[in-house]
Nanobody, 113 residues
Framework: QVQLVESGGGLVQPGGSLRLSCVASRSAFTMGWYRQAPGKQRVLVAT???????ILADSVKSRFAITRDNAKNTVYLQRNSLKPEDAAVYYCHARFLDGRFYWGQGTQVTVSS
């Protein structure tokens, strides 16, 4: 079993910035973030492989950045110019080469003045 521990959620004003972190209990091939707003499906935000290939959703590509520290099994999501529509529960995920896929417990992000 793999544990994913997220941190960095909270309340931020529109236009503000916030960084999410997720630490995995073991190294994964791909790590990243999904988000789920109330009444909506969980959607991909960003992923990064161990070789630092990244994918970002079009809606966040110009404002968010995903990075990874392989030595610490940690992935970061830097989010700038936050909008009310970015408010959601953000879930860390990790995928392994054998196909196993794990979720974190989720961290709430609220964007409000």
């Amino acid at each position: 079993q793999v544990q994913l521990v997220e941190s960095g959620g909270g309340l931020v004003q529109p236009g503000g910035s916030l960084r999410l972190s997720c630490v995995a209990s073991r190294s994964a091939f791909t790590m990243g973030w999904y988000r789920q707003a109330p009444g909506k499906q969980r959607v991909l935000v960003a992923t990064i492989t161990s070789s630092v290939n990244t994918i970002l959703a079009d809606s966040v590509k110009s404002r968010f950045a995903i990075t990874r520290d392989n030595a610490k099994n940690t992935v970061y999501l830097q989010r700038n110019s936050l909008k009310p529509e970015d408010a959601a529960v953000y879930y860390c995920h990790a995928r392994f080469l054998d196909g196993r896929f794990y979720w974190g417990q989720g961290t709430q992000v609220t964007v409000s003045s």
